[in-house]
């Protein structure tokens, strides 16, 4: 159990350039989530994936957010035209099944200049 | 809609204290309940769950939590503090289909 692995660890970019996050979660997990975190908060759910299939989509993921998990094992989070606020920390995690505990990588935190 | 609320968004006590960090949820359905410590720019780290069965929950670095179904509490407590206990502490509860919808957090200081 190598934990869940997220790349890369931070990411400066310019208002309106896309960016891509990459999460590799633990090799046996079949679900799959990406919660946002911004200052002062608590993690705020965006989507979540069993196995390659996308299951539920939060409000907070407006159409500028595409997420994949092509093969059910790694997936990325892409944000387009990015704007300042999103500027907050990825989180991904993955878990075994709907009654497991989350397991969180270490997040990708965006800044958009 | 269901929601986590941790009453105080910032909790100091002294080394060798007790720790009390209070969650209360809101759910249609029994909910799992969890609590998650995270450090400075890492990610979440699983303390404690509650599923069904036993009450009174413990978990990692002598962390414990009880659930409270008349009082819709899942209240974290540890009975003395150490220094490597500061950190933010994040409540949980299960949502619609498996994702966690989580507190605000409590960032707990420890005076020496």
Same mark, same amino acid.
């Given at each position: 159990d190598t934990g869940v692995s997220q790349n890369p660890r931070h990411k400066i970019t310019k208002r309106g350039q896309n960016v891509t996050f990459r999460c590799d979660p633990?090799?046996?997990?079949?679900r799959l989530y990406w919660y946002r975190q911004t200052l002062g908060q608590g993690p705020e759910f965006l989507t979540y994936f069993q196995n390659e299939a996308q299951l539920e989509k939060s409000r907070?993921?407006? !159409?500028?957010f595409s997420a994949e998990r092509p093969k059910g094992s790694f997936s990325t989070l892409e944000i387009q035209?990015?704007?300042?606020? !999103?500027?907050a920390m990825y989180l991904c995690a993955s878990s075994l099944d709907s009654g497991s505990p989350l397991h969180f990588g270490n997040g990708t935190r965006l800044t958009v200049t | 809609a269901q929601s986590v609320t941790q009453l105080g968004s910032h909790v100091s006590v002294s080394e060798g204290a007790l720790v009390l960090l209070r969650c209360n949820y809101s759910s249609s359905v029994p909910p799992y309940l969890f609590w998650y410590v995270q450090y400075p720019n890492q990610g979440l780290q699983l303390l404690l769950k509650y599923t069904t069965g036993a009450t009174l929950v413990k978990g990692i670095n002598g962390f414990e939590a009880e659930f409270k179904k008349s009082e819709t509490s899942f209240h974290l407590t540890k009975p003395s503090a150490h220094m490597s206990d500061a950190a933010e502490y994040f409540c949980a509860s299960t949502g619609g289909q498996g994702n966690l919808i989580f507190g605000k957090g409590t960032k707990l200081s420890v005076k020496p």
């Open positions: 633990i090799s046996e997990h079949n907070l993921l407006s !159409d500028r035209r990015t704007e300042q606020g !999103d500027s | -």
